[in-house]
């Protein structure tokens, strides 16, 4: 069980009961009610859980969501090992060299004061029959379970772990010689940029070095962390492999939309069978889903065996380890039936490219609309270059280089392109180059200081959408916080703002250091106020993405889409879009921070489109005029 930490935020009343409003269940408790009601009959003998148990881990609503998914599995007698992710944990610092064992570990922590430990405390694990024990912090636990005659290890480490916690790893690994070992860690290896290469970080090599490579008894590792699904083989001390397994889902649709996995040991055919499998999806109802939903992932790094001769990869410290007759078929394979009984996934909608510029609803209420594109592709978009706005309304034009604060920004910087989102009916768009946020180089367009649209709050809600797409080459340390498009000002000069980040202006459409869409706005309103965000999940790369904001009056709700999908983390009672004075420009490609131009984007920008109302999906770019 990966990553739970949006389940249970998004389960509770502070964020507006948003599962069970939306779908009448909960992702967290369906998976875990799911393995309570098919234990018996799959033969599962235990659950492993990653961490990021919670997302905020001073908010007790959240733990009382976790708290309650749990006890259906103790309910039901279905043992389970837990751990804290850094989520989970006060402080919450990463590992970078050997000198960070110093601080932020479990030997740094008032454990008194950890909420984690209050919830899933050592005597809560305790009553597990297959508990083993607990390092005397608390956060370490093992357990030892039986599965085809055979007795397995699971150890379960918990976020940074001491040099103490590796000294009673150690220990317990030599206290019971003969068990094949399952190493658990929040943290431990990563994925790629290309969202399918393993990739190792310091934190899992340290584990490798003190912890996995000298006890041949480790055959296998889990962690989460990292968005995303990788697979390892390394070679131990005694050349044998050690298999590492990273899953995390919570950036996914829905903050993960209930995914977990289920490992195969067939110890008979000598394999590890592995699916990956959503219990939610197929509860969720029909008029809901979409094609994000999935109930069972079929992609190499989600569904895979691994070819495993147990007993000449256990033999140096089991002897005796042999498997028991086979009495069974595949139990993924009844597992997938069980998840796909009466389901079937939602059919895709094929969507229409646009037959012409032409092609798309052109509705009333629009702001301002700006296409970009006309140019050569390849070649640069000249300096002061107009980019008009369909109402005729609210043109912006390339800004004057290395103004505001800017450093090094060329003209070539930004040039135009024939690439387009293909449900984009405009032919092309304009490419934003050689970006780097802490010179800072960027380049990027603004509204004249007399446009119209500087002073509009849009009151009766709003609908902006904009074709985007991040570059191959995004890195979060030159790209992160980036803005598609922002407003000027400082917030912290609005009436009534009492938030943080005073110095970010009144609106924020950016990407952020983990690749997700942010969308920051101050609400027009009287007395205090706060800026209200809605978060995507991670994007992918160059590729292009339509993402829809829409505010809608009526609902007091403002929804994010990500091609056409919602996302789970949105807003509500966040009314209009504040602004700091009739003066104050739009941009495009760029943001600010303390009045200086920060945070230029990487990536291409196609269309942005900013309408006075909330529009339906039939209204939106990505729609026909016929439609």
Same mark, same amino acid.
Do not use: C
């Given at each position: 069980? &990966?990553?739970?930490?949006?389940?249970?935020?998004?389960?509770?009343?502070?964020?507006?009961?948003?599962?069970?409003?939306?779908?009448?269940?909960?992702?967290?408790?369906?998976?875990?009610?799911?393995?309570?009601?098919?234990?018996?009959?799959?033969?599962?003998?235990?659950?492993?859980?990653?961490?990021?148990?919670?997302?905020?881990?001073?908010? %007790?609503?959240?733990?009382? +969501?976790?708290?309650?998914?749990?006890?259906?599995?103790?309910?039901? !007698?279905?043992?389970?090992?837990?751990?804290?992710?850094?989520?989970?944990?006060?402080?919450?610092?990463?590992?970078?060299?050997p000198s960070s064992q110093g601080s932020a570990t479990d030997a740094q922590r008032n454990l008194a004061a950890e909420p984690y430990l209050q919830t899933f405390g050592t005597d809560r694990a305790s009553k597990q029959a297959t508990f083993g024990g607990r390092d005397p912090s608390g956060f370490h636990e093992y357990h030892i379970f039986q599965a085809?005659?055979? !007795?397995?290890? #699971?150890?379960?480490?918990?976020?940074?772990?001491?040099?103490?916690?590796?000294?009673?790893?150690?220990?317990?690994?030599?206290?019971?010689?003969?068990? %094949?070992?399952?190493?658990?860690?929040?943290?431990?290896?990563?994925?790629?940029?290309?969202?399918?290469?393993?990739?190792?970080?310091?934190?899992?090599?340290?584990?490798?070095?003190?912890?996995?490579? =000298?006890?041949?008894?480790?055959?296998?590792?889990?962690?989460?962390?990292?968005?995303?699904?990788?697979?390892?083989?390394?070679?131990?001390?005694?050349?044998? &492999?050690?298999?590492?397994?990273? +899953?995390?889902?919570?950036?996914?649709?829905? *903050?993960?939309?209930?995914?977990?996995?289920?490992?195969?040991?067939?110890?008979?055919?000598?394999?590890?069978?592995?699916?990956?499998?959503? %219990?939610?999806?197929?509860? !969720?109802?029909?008029? $809901?889903?979409?094609?994000?939903?999935?109930?069972?992932?079929?992609?190499?790094?989600?569904?895979? $065996?691994?070819?495993?001769?147990?007993?000449?990869?256990?033999?140096?410290?089991?002897?005796?380890?042999?498997?028991?007759? %086979?009495?069974?078929?595949?139990?993924?394979?009844?597992?997938?039936?069980?998840?796909?009984?009466?389901?079937?996934?939602?059919?895709?909608?094929?969507?229409?490219?646009? @037959?012409?510029?032409?092609?798309?609803?052109?509705?009333?209420? $629009?702001?301002?609309?700006?296409?970009?594109?006309?140019?050569?592709?390849?070649?640069?978009?000249?300096?002061?270059?107009?980019?008009?706005?369909?109402?005729?309304?609210?043109?912006?034009?390339?800004?004057?280089?290395?103004?505001?604060? /800017? #450093?090094?920004a060329q003209l070539g910087d930004v040039v135009w392109s024939n690439d387009h989102h293909y449900l984009s009916a405009a032919p092309g768009s304009v490419r934003f180059l050689n970006t780097d946020k802490n010179t800072p180089r960027m380049s990027y367009f603004t509204t004249a200081t007399t446009a119209a649209l500087n002073a509009e709050t849009v009151?009766?809600?709003?609908? /902006?959408?904009?074709f985007i797409k991040i570059d191959r080459d995004w890195t979060a340390q030159k790209h992160a916080w980036m803005n598609i498009m922002t407003r000027d000002g400082k917030r912290g000069s609005l009436t009534g703002f009492n938030g943080g980040d005073p110095e970010s202006p009144p609106l924020l459409f950016a990407i952020s250091s983990l690749r997700e869409?942010?969308?920051?706005?101050?609400?027009?309103?009287?007395?205090?106020? =706060?800026?209200?965000?809605?978060?995507?999940?991670?994007?992918?790369? =160059?590729?292009?993405?339509?993402? @829809?904001?829409?505010?809608?009056?009526?609902?007091?709700?403002?929804?994010?889409?990500?091609?056409?999908?919602?996302?789970?983390?949105?807003?509500?009672?966040?009314?209009?879009?504040?602004?700091?004075?009739?003066?104050?420009?739009?941009?495009? *490609?760029? *943001?600010?921070? =303390?009045?200086?131009?920060?945070?230029?984007?990487?990536?291409?920008?196609?269309?942005?489109?900013? /309408?006075?109302?909330?529009?339906?999906?039939?209204?939106?770019?990505?729609?026909?005029?016929?439609?």
């Amino acid at each position: 069980m &990966p990553d739970t930490q949006f389940y249970s935020r998004y389960a509770t009343d502070a964020e507006n009961q948003q599962f069970m409003r939306k779908y009448g269940s909960e992702p967290y408790k369906a998976q875990t009610q799911w393995v309570a009601d098919h234990a018996k009959s799959l033969d599962i003998p235990f659950l492993i859980h990653l961490g990021d148990v919670v997302d905020q881990q001073g908010k %007790p609503d959240q733990w009382t +969501v976790a708290s309650k998914a749990m006890k259906i599995l103790e309910d039901a !007698k279905v043992p389970y090992s837990i751990l804290a992710g850094n989520h989970d944990v006060i402080l919450d610092r990463d590992y970078v060299d050997p000198s960070s064992q110093g601080s932020a570990t479990d030997a740094q922590r008032n454990l008194a004061a950890e909420p984690y430990l209050q919830t899933f405390g050592t005597d809560r694990a305790s009553k597990q029959a297959t508990f083993g024990g607990r390092d005397p912090s608390g956060f370490h636990e093992y357990h030892i379970f039986q599965a085809e005659g055979q !007795k397995f290890m #699971v150890l379960s480490l918990s976020w940074r772990i001491s040099d103490a916690g590796l000294a009673w790893a150690n220990q317990v690994i030599r206290a019971n010689p003969t068990l %094949p070992v399952i190493l658990v860690n929040h943290q431990l290896l990563n994925i790629d940029k290309d969202g399918v290469t393993p990739l190792e970080v310091p934190y899992g090599l340290m584990l490798w070095d003190k912890l996995i490579r =000298d006890n041949d008894q480790i055959f296998m590792t889990l962690n989460g962390h990292y968005h995303g699904a990788a697979h390892l083989t390394k070679m131990n001390a005694f050349g044998n &492999p050690v298999e590492e397994m990273v +899953v995390d889902y919570q950036m996914a649709y829905q *903050g993960g939309n209930g995914l977990m996995r289920l490992y195969e040991f067939d110890l008979s055919d000598n394999e590890i069978r592995v699916l990956s499998f959503s %219990p939610w999806v197929p509860q !969720k109802p029909r008029a $809901t889903l979409n094609a994000f939903d999935q109930a069972v992932l079929t992609g190499a790094n989600e569904e895979f $065996t691994i070819k495993m001769d147990f007993a000449k990869r256990f033999a140096r410290f089991n002897k005796d380890f042999k498997a028991a007759a %086979p009495t069974h078929t595949s139990l993924v394979e009844q597992a997938r039936a069980l998840i796909l009984a009466n389901y079937t996934d939602p059919a895709i909608t094929t969507q229409k490219p646009a @037959a012409d510029s032409e092609d798309y609803p052109q509705v009333s209420g $629009t702001l301002a609309h700006w296409r970009f594109f006309g140019g050569a592709d390849g070649q640069p978009v000249p300096m002061g270059q107009v980019i008009q706005d369909r109402t005729g309304n609210n043109p912006v034009s390339r800004a004057t280089l290395n103004i505001d604060g /800017v #450093v090094g920004a060329q003209l070539g910087d930004v040039v135009w392109s024939n690439d387009h989102h293909y449900l984009s009916a405009a032919p092309g768009s304009v490419r934003f180059l050689n970006t780097d946020k802490n010179t800072p180089r960027m380049s990027y367009f603004t509204t004249a200081t007399t446009a119209a649209l500087n002073a509009e709050t849009v009151p009766n809600g709003y609908t /902006v959408e904009a074709f985007i797409k991040i570059d191959r080459d995004w890195t979060a340390q030159k790209h992160a916080w980036m803005n598609i498009m922002t407003r000027d000002g400082k917030r912290g000069s609005l009436t009534g703002f009492n938030g943080g980040d005073p110095e970010s202006p009144p609106l924020l459409f950016a990407i952020s250091s983990l690749r997700e869409i942010q969308w920051e706005v101050v609400p027009e309103r009287t007395g205090a106020r =706060d800026a209200k965000t809605n978060w995507s999940g991670e994007i992918i790369a =160059d590729k292009w993405m339509h993402v @829809a904001i829409v505010n809608d009056n009526t609902t007091h709700e403002t929804i994010l889409y990500v091609e056409g999908a919602p996302v789970l983390r949105n807003t509500s009672d966040a009314p209009g879009l504040a602004t700091l004075a009739a003066n104050m420009p739009w941009v495009i *490609g760029a *943001g600010s921070w =303390d009045g200086a131009r920060a945070d230029g984007f990487f990536g291409s920008i196609g269309e942005v489109r900013i /309408v006075d109302h909330a529009l339906l999906p039939s209204q939106w770019l990505t729609s026909r005029r016929s439609t």
